[in-house]
């Protein structure tokens, strides 16, 4: 078992295989990884050689696409430039020879012909980030649905591309592998758009909670992130319910993801909307509210377990940001609001743990 991580974490030399263009490519990845998306980059080491350079150029791409709206400045006429720009460049790296000096270009284009990636896929991830960047609201639970499918969802499945292509096909069902999928991109959607919440709430764009889940009108999610709002226990209930009706749609779907993957007999189809009536939503309340009420793991198939790594980072923020939204009422020395500024530092600051998580679960194949 030992080998076999070691063996993972053999990476250096990575960024020099393929051409040298290539290998440029991928070594301002990894830089750009490292300051945009570091837990992709302790992800990395667990994935088979031959795959590092894919997951490395998927990754990076992704994390490009997601910051073009923060880049924009708010202009919207740059955003659409920037992403009908990768569009083009995309659709160059299916119709060779593409003359570019762009460094991801360099590297993704090889990397498509060499294990056959889904044009669909990339091109569903551009048109639906740059549907969220222009009109950044869920006007119900179905659409935020719809783009975790189109965004994260779709990251996956290249992954699940690049992992088949390398390592052969999975024993588990296709479609039992696309649900689990499906159940995990919205958990890592959920968890991304709470570890963003206090960008949302400097632009005053809250209505990217769903109305099913918001309790509150938006002003009071406005308040309880303000650094002067005055500890107000009663007036900020509601809003921190709002917020942890995401963090309970979260972990639904973590376990449903769990439940797909282990083939559970017991596991029920049921969209969104329907999380509350969970199986296990007992289990799942008393996981968020009490830290001594463990979820229970699933095991997956050895060779699978690299699509799964995302949720062990994602899973360790998820319970930071739950616990400071129980504690919303908390206040620095000078009566200062720090919900906000604590949120930011789930998603900005390193979390110590995280490599040991990733190691644990790969090694013992756990979800």
């Known amino acids: 078992m030992m080998k076999r991580t070691l063996r993972g974490r053999r990476t250096p030399g990575l960024v020099r295989q393929g051409s040298s263009r290539a290998a440029d490519g991928l070594a301002e990845s990894l830089a750009m990884l490292q300051r945009r998306h570091p837990e992709a980059v302790l992800q990395l080491p667990f994935w088979p050689?031959?795959?590092?350079?894919?997951?490395?150029?998927?990754a990076a791409f992704q994390a490009d696409i997601l910051a073009i709206g923060d880049g924009a400045g708010g202009n919207p006429a740059i955003a659409r430039i920037r992403f009908q720009w990768w569009r083009d460049a995309i659709d160059g790296c299916f119709h060779p020879p593409q003359h570019t000096s762009h460094p991801l270009i360099q590297a993704l284009q090889p990397l498509i012909a060499q294990h056959r990636l889904s044009k669909y896929y990339f091109t569903r991830i551009i048109n639906?980030?740059?549907?969220?960047?222009?009109?950044?609201?869920?006007?119900?639970?179905?659409?935020?649905?719809?783009?975790?499918?189109?965004?994260?969802?779709?990251?996956?499945?290249?992954?699940?591309?690049?992992?088949?292509?390398?390592?052969?096909?999975?024993?588990?069902?296709?479609?039992?592998?696309?649900?689990?999928?499906?159940?995990l991109a919205t958990f890592l959607t959920v968890v991304r758009?709470?570890?963003?919440?206090?960008?949302?709430?400097?632009?005053?764009?809250?209505?990217i909670v769903p109305p099913e889940l918001l309790e509150c009108p938006d002003e009071a999610l406005l308040r309880l992130f303000s650094p002067r709002r005055p500890a107000d226990e009663?007036?900020?209930?509601?809003?921190?319910?709002?917020?942890?009706?995401?963090?309970?749609?979260?972990?639904?779907?973590?376990?449903?993801?769990?439940?797909?993957?282990?083939l559970d007999p017991s596991h029920r189809h049921s969209a969104p909307a329907d999380f509350r009536a969970h199986k296990n939503a007992a289990a799942i309340h008393s996981h968020i509210f009490s830290r001594r009420a463990p979820l229970a793991r699933a095991s997956v198939q050895p060779g699978l377990v690299p699509l799964f790594l995302a949720a062990t980072p994602a899973r360790s923020q998820l319970?930071?940001?739950?616990?400071?939204?129980?504690?919303?009422?908390?206040?620095?020395?000078?009566g200062r609001n720090r919900i906000g500024e604590?949120?930011?530092?789930v998603a900005r600051k390193p979390d110590w743990t995280v490599p040991f998580k990733l190691w644990f679960d790969y090694c013992f194949n756990k979800l």
């Not at 604590?342 to 530092?345: A, E, S, V």
């Open 49 to 58: 050689r031959p795959a590092q350079p894919g997951f490395l150029a998927l």
């Open 128 to 183: 639906a980030a740059e549907s969220h960047c222009l009109d950044p609201r869920f006007a119900h639970l179905d659409a935020l649905a719809a783009h975790s499918r189109s965004t994260t969802y779709a990251g996956l499945a290249l992954l699940a591309q690049l992992l088949t292509s390398t390592a052969g096909p999975a024993d588990v069902p296709l479609g039992t592998l696309d649900h689990a999928l499906a159940h």
């Open 193 to 207: 758009l709470l570890k963003r919440m206090p960008f949302y709430v400097r632009h005053r764009q809250t209505h």
């Open 234 to 262: 009663e007036l900020q209930q509601p809003a921190a319910r709002s917020l942890l009706n995401l963090v309970f749609l979260a972990w639904s779907e973590l376990v449903a993801a769990r439940e797909v993957i282990s």
């Open 319 to 334: 319970s930071r940001i739950s616990k400071i939204i129980l504690h919303a009422g908390n206040t620095d020395k000078n």
């Open 342 to 345: 604590l949120i930011d530092g």
